[in-house]
Nanobody, 124 residues
């Protein structure tokens, strides 16, 4: 199980850090990715970090504003979001692949195990 936290209301230009914690398994043998779903749109990939720490960017819309990191000792991954914009409003999800997926260590991933999501609202 993956559990996201850290969402909330933030002003435009502000920062927010999301966390994704694993329960029932360790993350060190998984790539971890962050996705988001904006109202009325399909879920899109944002950033992925492989088991060895290599980062993959799904979309240029978050490049230079969002960063992904992981702390395997804490079985947690993070999404640091800076310079937030109204269009960043949405539900943010973390994901890993299924444990029997041979591609689970590297990015990009499509996601097999998902968290429940955390809402981020950017508004003044």
């Amino acid at each position: 199980q993956l559990v996201e936290s850290g969402g909330g209301l933030v002003q435009p230009g502000g920062s927010q850090r999301l966390s994704c914690t694993a329960f029932g398994f360790t993350l060190d043998n998984y790539a971890i990715a962050w996705f988001r779903q904006v109202s009325g749109k399909e879920r899109e990939g944002l950033l992925c970090i492989s088991s060895s720490g290599v980062i993959y960017t799904y979309t240029n819309s978050v490049k230079d504003r969002f960063t992904i990191s992981r702390d395997d000792a804490k079985i947690t991954a993070y999404l640091q979001m800076n310079d937030l914009k109204a269009e960043d409003t949405g539900t943010y999800y973390c994901a890993v692949e299924e444990p029997d997926d041979k591609y689970r260590l590297n990015c990009p991933i499509a996601g097999g195990i998902w968290g429940q999501g955390t809402q981020v609202t950017v508004a003044s």
